[in-house]
T-cell receptor
Framework: DAGVTQSPTHLIKTRGQQVTLRCSPK?????VSWYQQALGQGPQFIFQ???????QRGNFPDRFSGHQFPNYSSELNVNALLLGDSALYLC????????????FGNGTRLTVT | EDQVTQSPEALRLQEGESSSLNCSYT??????LFWYRQDPGKGPEFLFT???AGEEKEKERLKATLTKKESFLHITAPKPEDSATYLC???????????????FGTGTLLAVQP
């Protein structure tokens, strides 16, 4: 049973560029959440997608946007990259309304130079 | 505002030396408190969920407990392979069955020396 998979594992971009990160949820899960984890910090909630709609959003600017596809997979897009966007981006999946814990992928390490 | 504070930031133990990690929280209606383990360069790995004060969960050398204001992760006779960052997170009750976001602490970096 495949868990949460994310791609790519590492990415280097230049300030001002745009980036797209991808996530496939664990089998049987329909809800995808994205988190940003800066070095030495805990993960910070970006947003959550369910039924192809953004359901909740954390304190992140509109440069951060996302999408969920009919097969429940998801993308995170970040426009106009800043140096401060360098972080580990984690995708987590769950079943809506289910009291099971979030399952995390191993993340995408984004470096902005 | 929902908030999680973990202490200590870092902890170094000798193999076999038991200790506890602390997680203090404030949340508007707790649905669950979660403990995760995170190895370098990896995503968080789920350990425990606690739902109400007085609840305890155990897994191998780890035991998690919950009160109305804090949670403890007790590590009994740790081994070097227990070295990792331990993250605590809370989830507030959602509406209409919605799965709410997790609020994480900054973690405790545990190093167990042989």
């Amino acid at each position: 049973d495949a868990g949460v998979t994310q791609s790519p594992t590492h990415l280097i971009k230049t300030r001002g560029q745009q980036v797209t990160l991808r996530c496939s949820p664990k089998s049987g899960h329909d809800t995808v959440s994205w988190y940003q984890q800066a070095l030495g910090q805990g993960p910070q909630f970006i947003f959550q997608y369910y039924e192809e709609e953004e359901r909740q959003r954390g304190n992140f600017p509109d440069r951060f946007s996302g999408h969920q596809f009919p097969n429940y997979s998801s993308e995170l897009n970040v426009n106009a990259l800043l140096l401060g966007d360098s972080a580990l981006y984690l995708c987590a999946s769950s079943r809506q309304g289910d009291y099971s814990p979030l399952h995390f992928g191993n993340g995408t390490r984004l470096t902005v130079t | 505002e929902d908030q999680v504070t973990q202490s200590p930031e870092a902890l170094r133990l000798q193999e076999g030396e038991s200790s506890s990690l602390n997680c203090s929280y404030t949340v508007s209606g707790l649905r669950g408190l979660f403990w995760y383990r995170q190895d370098p360069g990896k995503g968080p790995e789920f350990l425990f969920t606690l739902y109400s004060a007085g609840e305890e969960k155990e897994k191998e050398r780890l035991k998690a407990t919950l009160t109305k204001k804090e949670s403890f992760l007790h590590i009994t006779a740790p081994k070097p392979e227990d070295s990792a960052t331990y993250l605590c997170a809370v989830q507030a009750r959602g509406y209409g069955g919605a799965t709410n976001k997790l609020i994480f602490g900054t973690g405790t970096l545990l190093a167990v020396q042989p």
